[in-house]
Every structure is written in structure tokens, then in C-alpha cells.
């Protein structure tokens, strides 16, 4: 499904990670779209040190998913996209920025996607060649969603505006 009209607000409220994808390939131009969200993220220092290694290979998807303790499913994904960085420069919040844009892109365009943390650093190094020094704590799986996709086992509500946000002091 396509939401060619959804405004950024309702990308962004509307977003769910959704894990069970059909066997359908992502479409190039949609995928261009969806790396160039990424390079469009703003990074400290304007360093820009983050890679993005795009995987469609079975086999490294399978090396990937054996990196990480909640990442089992990611071998079923149209594409994973790998977040490496210089391990001296690994800065999380560049990292998530990129890989927001690219699921909110993703979602505008009826592309499914999850955040997946990949806690073993050598397995994911090894998984996709990377050097030594390079590190690639976190992935995201992108793919068309099955229709009636399956509930999160996490699902619940967002905490409240009131819980969530404090003005000028803690209390
Ligand atoms: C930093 C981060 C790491 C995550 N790691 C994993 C993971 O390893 N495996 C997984 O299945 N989901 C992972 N998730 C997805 C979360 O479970 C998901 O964002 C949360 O349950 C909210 O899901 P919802 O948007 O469907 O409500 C991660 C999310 C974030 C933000």
C-alpha cells in the first residue's frame, strides 16, 4: 500500500516497526529515496563519518541476524541497511537520525522497517568485512509488510504528553 499523501506529521505519528515482510524486492527509485533520506541527516560536527552497508545477500542477512540476541527474523527482510562507523567516532545519535529519515521515508512509501541492535560486535564485523576499527551496532530492516501484519509482542500505548514532557524543571 502506498501513502503517496500522508503529510511528515502523519508519516511520523502513523510509523510502526513491523518485522514480517512479503517476498516482494523494494522497487530501485524507492530505495534511492530511502538511502538518500540517510545522507541527508545532519551529523555532529558535520563529520559524516557513518556508512550505510545495504545487504540483500541471504547468507549476510543470516551472518547479521546471528549478530544480534532479538534479531532472529531479519533474514526474511527485503534489504537490511547496516549503520558502520569508525569505532573512535561512533556516535549513536547520528546513527539514529539517519536511520529515522530513512524509515519514515520508507513508510511514506509503504515500505515496512525495525530498528535491530546487533550486539556482537566481531559477529556483525565479520558478517559484512568490516575493518577492525569500524563498528556497526545497529541495522534496519526495510520490506512490504504482509497484510494483516502481525501485533508487536511489545505493542502498547506511547506514554502520555503529560508523562513524557517536562517544562523548564524535572518537577
Ligand atoms: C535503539 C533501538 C533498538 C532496537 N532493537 C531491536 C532489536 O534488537 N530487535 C527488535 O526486534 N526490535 C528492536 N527495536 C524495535 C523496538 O522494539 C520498537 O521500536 C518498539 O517496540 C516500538 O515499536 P512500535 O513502533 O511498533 O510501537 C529497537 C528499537 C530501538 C529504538
Redesign the pocket.
Known amino acids: 500500500m502506498r501513502h503517496w499523501c500522508m503529510t511528515p506529521y502523519e508519516a511520523i505519528v502513523d510509523?510502526?516497526?513491523?518485522?514480517v515482510y512479503t517476498e516482494q524486492a523494494i522497487a530501485d527509485d524507492v530505495m534511492h529515496r530511502i538511502l538518500q533520506a540517510g545522507r541527508m541527516a545532519g551529523s555532529a560536527k558535520n563529520a559524516e563519518s557513518n556508512r550505510l552497508i545495504v545487504v540483500t545477500d541471504q547468507a549476510t542477512q543470516d551472518a547479521l541476524a546471528a549478530a544480534?540476541?532479538?534479531?532472529g527474523?531479519i533474514g526474511t527482510s527485503a534489504v537490511v541497511v547496516g549503520f558502520a562507523s569508525p569505532a573512535h567516532e561512533l556516535r549513536m545519535f547520528d546513527i539514529?537520525r539517519q536511520a529515522q529519515n530513512m524509515m519514515l521515508a520508507a513508510h511514506a512509501e509503504g515500505i515496512g522497517s525495525?530498528?535491530?541492535?546487533l550486539g556482537h560486535a566481531d559477529a556483525a564485523r565479520a558478517a559484512v568485512g568490516l575493518p577492525d576499527d569500524w563498528e556497526m551496532p545497529?541495522v534496519i530492516t526495510l520490506g512490504h509488510p504482509v497484510a494483516n501484519h502481525p501485533d508487536?509482542p511489545?505493542?502498547?500505548q506511547?506514554v502520555s504528553l503529560d508523562e513524557l514532557v517536562r517544562y523548564d524543571r524535572w518537577s
Open positions: 510509523k510502526r516497526d513491523l518485522r544480534g540476541d532479538f534479531a527474523w539514529g525495525c530498528p535491530v541492535t545497529m508487536s511489545l505493542k502498547r506511547r
